[in-house]
């Protein structure tokens, strides 16, 4: 009896062996990770993604895996499923820096600006990671909160490592747009000057190229302005009826047409300054090789002759103008600007021909 029950045993207990031998034996979760990790690194994302997966089963709860996995999908621009898997590891490793600053990084990609700052504070009372204070900056810039913007990107670039030159000008250039949005114009082109001299990027250069004009600009519209108060006061001078009238007026006005001058000539100067600086560092920027994709090439060549042509617009540069923003609309026919920039190279076509028949006109007069 006895050993008719151990022979109907036997099976049972080899069966159970079996299972802790395969256990065993089986591949742990860090080695299936470990894999994944290779062949994210190689770009086989599907093989990365079915190791991560297979090491989940076995450990709902693996840092490794849950960050890693979070890591691919960031990776492949899948951000909802990067915040899923982000969002566990760091509930698992809350002081884990890396694991949150890539989840912040998904967060701003989903417009999740407040989700993105509340994870990075815990960091940025003494970080020595610079990506902690840029990222910080860049949720706040983008919530439009430029004065908390400008403090997080300023601490950044003062322990972003010079070597880290994209980074650097990145930094330099949302910073340079937040202090342009607070109106501190003049920090800002110091800051935006700076920055084009650490980089051969021509998408940083361009971003630069394009805040500078955008400073530019905003001289240039002060210095309109001031001239169409000055052309009133002139106008009303000469609508004044008689000599005596007309003097006395002009007396009573001299300050103010004093004060406009000198404000038009101030704002004229750093205007035109800030306007070669972007020619400049546009111009360089199209020389440029990018090593980035070809679609990011082709979108800063329209950014760079965007600004580059409306660079020469203000400066009354017509046919340079008008020569950029033909080649902006061969390499930019359907885009959200083009209507715009048509018009602007119908109205240069009757600048230059207009001026051309005044030059003629000039020529038989003499």
């Known amino acids: ?39 994210m690194n190689s770009g086989q994302y599907t093989d990365a993604g079915v190791r991560f997966k297979t090491a989940l089963k076995k450990n709902p709860n693996h840092f490794k895996a849950n960050y890693a996995f979070g890591v691919l999908y960031k990776r492949t621009e ?28 998904v967060f701003i990609q989903e417009k999740q600006f407040r989700a993105a700052t509340k994870i990075l504070e815990p960091f940025s009372v003494n970080s020595k990671n610079p990506e902690v204070y840029f990222y910080m900056g860049d949720a706040y810039h983008q919530e439009k909160d430029y004065e908390n913007a400008a403090k997080w990107l ?37 800051l935006l000057t700076n920055a084009a001299k650490l980089t051969k990027n021509p998408l940083i250069i361009a ?58 000539s101030s704002k004229e100067t750093q205007r035109n300054g800030l306007i070669e600086k972007t020619k400049k560092y546009l111009n360089n ?25 409306m660079s020469h617009l203000i400066m009354e540069e017509y046919p340079e103008a008008r020569d950029v923003l033909i080649k902006f609309l061969r390499n930019n026919p359907k885009g959200p600007e083009a209507i715009d920039v048509r018009k602007k190279v119908s109205q240069l076509d009757e600048i230059i021909q207009r001026k051309e028949q005044e030059k003629l006109n000039k020529g038989k007069g003499e």
């Open 285 to 309: 920027a199209l020389k440029l090789k990018s090593k980035s994709s070809e679609t990011i090439q082709a979108a800063t060549k329209r950014e760079i002759l965007y600004y580059l042509g």
């Open 207 to 264: 971003k630069l190229g394009a805040t500078l004009f955008r400073i530019a600009n905003h001289f240039h519209v002060e210095y309109l302005k001031d001239k169409n108060k000055l052309k009133d006061i002139e106008n009303e001078i000469k609508n004044k009826k008689g000599k005596w009238a007309r003097g006395k007026f002009k007396k009573t006005k001299a300050k103010e047409i004093k004060d406009l001058k000198e404000t038009m």
């Open 78 to 105: 899948h951000y909802k499923e990067a915040v899923t898997y982000l969002s566990k590891a760091v509930r698992i490793e809350p002081k884990n820096e890396k694991a949150s600053v890539d989840l912040a990084y």
């Open 1 to 39: 009896m006895k050993c008719f029950i151990f022979i109907i045993l036997l099976p049972l207990f080899f069966l159970v062996g079996c299972e802790k031998i395969q256990d065993f034996i089986s591949p742990s979760p860090d080695s299936y990770v470990e894999e994944g990790i290779k062949f």
């Open 154 to 190: 300023k601490l950044a670039t003062k322990i972003i490592p010079p070597s880290n030159t994209n980074l650097l000008a990145t930094t330099y250039g949302l910073l340079g747009d937040s202090l342009l949005a607070l109106d501190r114009l003049n920090e800002a082109e110091k």
